[in-house]
């Protein structure tokens, strides 16, 4: 169509001796393909304007959208200047009108025109007015809807929701999107993946739920719920993206904002941050600085009963364990953009990120026979202290080669993670009575980096009548380095002893290549996308399993649609095929400490999951949506106990021979009085499951489970309101897991001052202490039982102050999206 010729073996394009060489090269191509791609222009009609405000003053930074008059399809989008002038160019003869748009103003449309030859059109003042309805005393501006359905994703647009409380307490106020008070998040029951302006987070699992509380929620315009991921996308991660906007500084000179919270459970926590934007003529500035402190327990409760082939119970062990741990993250960023032109830019970033973690836990352990009869007893004595650092650097070149739209984007990224785990600890063996057998100490150093090198390319072609077409291609490459060096004394002296030291390397290159094609329509708008990635790896493991390898190419296709029966109505329709690849964690083997029965492990010969995804949604004014979802996943991941031996048990991932998960939700999301917005989701989900686990067959067809999500914000007058949050998650079965039921209750208030650039929120979480984290996990011959507490009933007060504007974010791609993820890290 562009002629564009792609080698089909785009595999050999991006390996490994010719990473930099082929994308330079691919870059030099698309650059010089501008005059191949440019279709006749028998015309170039000049059209411009001046957006103004009901007092006649310009409006800087409006949206502008130039629209065919006889069906009202978007030809082109642009935003006014500073002075809010704007300019179009015309290509094609027809009548049109422009259209404008402001938050807190009116739309407002121009007068039809006719592009007949070449010539200059001056459409004069087009004039916004604000939209005002008065209660009283209180007057409400109108807004952005706050919920609005698109073919591919779902736009939050928070309108001020959150007044400066830290974004991941407000992920629990969106529409399907759930946060347990462990902080764990979900998007319509399934995992997610995180990403800021465009891009995966760069940080580690816990890292990143600091970055999330540090982030204030005056800063986020808006926040993308994409169920259904798109060819353009990473086919990585079988579950949704939520995508965090940041707001977007237009201004000159210096802005930014200030925010601050502190929280009380049974321990203290503090976060604070610092973001400063200054803009240039020719550049733009950003630096931030972003710091979370706290400290909290987590105890768990572990029953693991063992059977034989014939389901009778051969021994049963208890483990008790508490734990006191602290995390303190501090996370800077500095962002430089240098305008090379009117229609390129230049973006650089650095990143960089340390973590602090301290663990300070005990466990108890008992085990007795199957009658009951007491058959050993130990105490095992935790000291863990992790260093933790992040650093990531990317470049970003962006092309726009004119006003229709047309764009190309280059990004290189680098990212390394290292983690550096010390552990020292003491098991000591108990007679029946508590008197001391033994008592062994030993000091286990645990080292994981990883270094992750992308490269991404993408080229965007807006056609006639509301067509699109996008393609894009990617490389990375991924270092993952782990060592285990343990030391166990003998005969209680720490002077001599065994040393056990193991090595797991792991490298790999993915590439890719996808091409979209999008129509916007009146009635009927679609995209159609088509993604090939070919992934290449090799791990060995010094003490084990030797070498392994992996090979293979697959195709992602996508398709994503929207039919408006008519103004208030409308059907959507999502299809696409995923792959989840496992975390490197999960593909080490090297064992780590839970306590001195129980071990976490990964596992070198996990397959990747291959999932066929659906979802069917009719929706209604954007204030209400019905939608089915249905999900297969071949060779699922799941969690499996496999004995060792005198009572102690390895938790590792496992393949299944697949699961199904389908869904039936229905969500309400509306201001239903000027002082009152509700947004309610309720879900029944089911998962089928069918592996087998250390030789036995498992097989269920699941639990009908009922989630329900209820947010309901008060405006009791101009500066002030309320709110409370309703959660409940019924038992319900995932996998060879069956999870127990649990509910909690969240409230807080609002005061906002100084022209509303000054917030202050107080949170009252779980306020009943009812959260409760209990599940069985079925692994044919171990049954184990774990009952989990976390510090979830705690008060949190936030502050924010914004001056000169909001902060502009500074690099928004990046090419290590998918690999980032996967080194995320998960706390014992």
């Known amino acids: 169509m562009f002629g564009l010729n792609f080698n089909p073996d785009i595999t050999m394009l991006f390996s490994k001796s010719n990473f930099l060489r082929n994308g330079l090269s691919f870059l030099v191509f ?33 949206q502008l959208s130039l629209k065919r008059s006889t069906d009202s399809v978007t030809v082109q989008h642009l935003l006014s200047d500073e002075k809010g002038n704007f300019l179009f160019t015309i290509h094609s003869t027809g009548k049109y009108f422009v259209e404008a748009k402001m938050m807190g103003y009116s739309i407002g449309n121009s007068k039809v025109f006719e592009v007949l030859n070449n010539e200059t059109i001056d459409l004069g003042l087009v004039q916004l007015k604000p939209e005002a309805k008065q209660l009283g005393t209180l007057n409400v501006i109108s807004a952005l809807p706050f919920v609005e359905r698109k073919a591919d994703k779902i736009v939050i647009n928070l309108n001020g929701l959150g007044a400066g409380a830290p974004i991941m307490d407000v992920m629990n106020q969106l529409p399907g999107v759930t946060v347990t008070p462990d902080d764990r998040l979900s998007l319509n029951g399934r ?7 465009g891009k995966a987070t760069t940080l580690s699992a816990d890292a990143l739920v600091g970055m999330l509380r540090g982030i204030s929620s005056s800063s986020v315009q808006k926040v993308e719920l994409i169920a259904q991921p798109s060819a353009k996308y990473d086919a990585a991660g079988n579950g949704g993206i939520i995508n965090i906007i940041r707001k977007k500084n237009y201004k000159a000179g210096l802005n930014g904002n200030v925010y601050s919270g502190v929280g009380k459970g049974q321990y203290g926590k503090v976060n604070g941050g610092l973001n400063l934007n200054y803009k240039g003529k020719a550049y733009n500035v950003l630096l931030t600085m972003d710091y979370n402190d706290n400290r909290y327990f987590n105890n768990s409760d572990i029953t693991s009963t063992f059977l034989d082939p014939a389901a009778s119970v051969t021994g049963i062990s208890v483990s008790k364990l508490t734990s006191v741990r602290k995390s303190t993250n501090y996370t800077p960023n500095l962002g430089l953009d240098l305008y090379l032109s009117e229609k390129t830019t230049l973006s650089a970033s650095i990143k960089p990120g340390y973590q602090l973690f301290e663990k300070d836990a005990k466990a108890d352990i008992r085990s007795v026979g199957p009658s009951g009869n007491f058959t050993a007893g130990s105490n095992f004595l935790n000291l863990a202290d992790t260093r933790s650092t992040n650093f990531s650097s990317g470049v970003r070149l962006q092309r726009q080669i004119d006003t229709a739209g047309r764009q190309f984007s280059t990004d290189f990224d680098y990212y390394r993670y290292s983690n550096i785990n010390a552990q020292d600890n003491r098991t000591i063996d108990l007679y029946e009575n508590g008197n001391i057998i033994s008592e062994i100490p030993s000091i286990l150093k645990q080292d994981r980096v990883f270094d992750v090198y992308a490269l991404k390319m993408d080229y965007t072609h807006p056609m006639a009548k509301g067509k699109e077409v996008t393609m894009g291609v990617k490389t990375s490459y991924v270092v993952s380095d782990n060592s285990n060096k343990s030391l166990i004394a003998l005969s209680g002296s720490n002077s001599s002893g065994i040393d056990q030291s193991d090595t797991f390397l792991y490298r790999e290159n993915i590439s890719a290549a996808y091409i979209t094609y999008a129509r916007n329509a009146k009635k009927f708008s679609y995209q159609l996308g088509l993604r090939g990635e070919h992934t290449w790896g090799k791990g060995n493991q010094q003490n084990g399993m030797g070498a392994i390898g992996r090979n293979y190419f697959n195709i992602f296709p996508s398709f994503h649609g929207d039919y408006k029966i008519s103004k208030n109505h409308s059907l959507s329709l999502g299809l696409n095929k995923r792959i989840e690849r496992p975390g490197y964690e999960n593909l080490n083997p090297l064992e780590r400490i839970v306590s001195s029965s129980n071990l976490q492990q990964g596992n070198p010969n996990l397959l990747p999951v291959q999932a066929y995804n659906a979802e069917f949604y009719y929706s209604y004014k954007n204030d209400f949506w019905f939608g089915l979802t249905y999900s297969l996943s071949l060779d699922d991941f799941t969690s499996i106990s496999v004995p060792l031996g005198n009572g102690v048990v390895s938790v590792k991932p496992g393949n299944a021979d697949y699961s199904g998960y389908k869904s039936a939700q229905m969500a309400y999301n509306k201001q239903v009085l000027p002082y009152l917005f ?151």
């Open 30 to 62: 698309l650059l010089l393909l501008n005059p191949v791609v440019t279709f006749g222009q028998p015309l170039h009609v000049q059209l411009k304007g001046t957006v103004i405000d009901e007092s006649r003053l310009p409006l800087p930074f409006s």
């Open 191 to 197: 995992n997610v993946q995180i990403y800021i302006d």
């Open 678 to 828: 509700t947004s309610t989701v309720l879900t029944l989900s089911r998962r089928s499951f069918k592996g087998e686990l250390n030789g036995a067959l498992l097989q269920n067809y699941g639990i009908t489970a009922l989630s329900a999500t209820s947010y309901n914000s008060f405006s009791l007058t101009k500066n002030f309101s309320i709110s409370v949050l309703f959660n409940y998650r019924g038992k319900s079965m995932e996998r060879n897991i069956v999870n127990n039921p649990y509910t909690y209750l969240t409230a807080g208030t609002r005061y906002s001052f100084l022209s509303k650039k000054a917030y202050v929120q107080l949170n009252f979480v779980d306020i009943f202490k009812s959260y409760k984290n209990i599940y069985q996990q079925n692994s044919g011959p171990v049954m184990q039982l774990w009952q989990n507490q976390f510090e979830t009933r705690m008060v949190k007060l936030n502050m924010s102050y914004s001056f000169g504007g909001t902060v502009k974010n500074i690099k928004k791609g990046n090419a290590a999206e998918e690999e980032r993820k996967r080194t995320n890290l998960n706390e014992n």
